[in-house]
């Protein structure tokens, strides 16, 4: 490995979360965007070829080196580390309507999942996983949520682009007859024949 | 079966036998759902009236502080249901069915269900794999919302008094000055004497009083006139001499 990529190994090694290349460029100014994707190659290389129980994977805008799935039970069983909180179908959803919506209001959260969402949604601030952005022109100025990049990491996505896209999404409604013409027509992927 | 129970437990259909619990919707569109999915109706054509009253069966038994929500959602679904049974003008095309923004809402929200779906396989493949270290534990959950009854509040106030120090308190003592009895001792030395000094007018140990009383009687006999007062240079002895008026008073 060359001297730089050991120097990555060195710095994801230490790190307890995902580095971004930004933050890989204050290890040495002096290599480009570039020659750190070079190592980074490298590295993920050397752990697949070699039969490493650990990889190199893409998550949250960043690197990280984290243990291979198929040790999983064996860590866990062994109780070496505690395993990340598990979010409830309410956080869930709250946390889907605004991943997809962003930046957005408690309102929308509300109006989409038909009940009161506010403790909810303080709940995931607290958690790290949302945070307030802004707030909106609207009546009253409501406060305005997007996903933070600890949302990103708790799901293991590389970045938003990550989540489903809604076409892709199987509405699982017997759905028969779409909507006469000229009328309101559903939202994308529901009118299936 | 408890009365708690009971109230989380019903029967949809009591010939069909199956019983739902309440717990397990996440809200009005969701039990919506999970009833048109169980009667495997076109969402297009959603029956409404039957929908309705079946939405309205399952919620019959909520407890009320829980069911804002549940009951919003079958007003909407009687409103709709006496709208489908109006008749129509004679305009078709203007009329919309009043079920489609219903319709709307429940796809949108069966979308987000399957995200969910999809963000928690996500989340448990994620969980397979372990970081270097350990991973930051989430931080408290908030106190509960502060009780407290009177008594306690009462308490804690005293306990907080109890930690102030003493308080420093000073008495003011009225301690009127007496003008007339110097006016009279000043005139009475004057009778005796052409000049005095500053120190003839107070004995030996004077109070604040005794100097503040000689001094107000002092400027107030010389603005009659009876005494004039008369310095030779700064800080040197004060003279006090009779006055111009001082013979014809």
Known sequence: MEQRTRLLEAALFSAPRPLALDELSVLDPEASDDEWKKALAELKD???????????VEIASGWQILTRP??????????????????????????????YRQPVGRAEVEEIRG????????????????EVTGRSEGLGRPLLYATTPLF?????????????????????????????????SPPEGAAAP | MTASERASDFSLADDL?????????????????HLIRKEEIDIWDIPIARIADQFLQAIAQLQLNEAAEYLEMAARLLRIKAQLLLPRRGDEEAWEDPRHELVRRLLEYQQIREVVDWM???????????????????????????????????????????????PVLYRILPRPLDIEGATRRILDL??????LGWRDLLGPRPTVGDVLSNLVAL??????????LRQGAAFTPLVIERGTAYETA
């Open chain 2, 17 to 33: 036998g199956f019983v739902v619990q309440l717990e397990r919707f996440s809200g009005p569109l969701d039990l919506l759902l």
């Open chain 2, 190 to 195: 004057l009778a005796e004497r052409e000049t």
């Open chain 1, 115 to 130: 009940v009161s969402s506010g403790g909810v949604l303080r709940l995931l601030q607290e958690r790290g996983l949302i």
């Open chain 2, 120 to 166: 928690e396989r996500a989340a448990r493949r994620r969980a397979e794999r372990f970081g270097r270290g350990w991973l930051p534990p989430a931080p408290e959950a908030p106190p509960p919302p502060l009780v407290v009854s009177i008594e306690e509040l009462v308490a804690a106030v005293e306990r907080v008094l109890a930690m102030l120090p003493d």
């Open chain 1, 70 to 99: 198929i040790f999983a039970e064996a860590i866990e069983r062994a109780a070496f580390t505690s395993r990340p909180l598990k979010l409830s179908g309410a956080a869930l959803e709250v946390l889907a309507v605004i991943a």
């Open chain 2, 219 to 228: 400027l107030e006999l010389a603005r009659r006139g009876l005494l004039t």
């Open chain 1, 46 to 56: 050397h752990y697949e070829a070699d039969g490493h129980g650990v990889e190199l």
């Open chain 1, 152 to 184: 990103l990491e708790h799901l293991g996505l590389a970045d938003l682009s990550d989540l489903p896209r809604t076409e892709e999404l199987a509405v699982a409604l017997r759905v028969s007859q779409p909507p006469p013409p000229g009328e309101e």
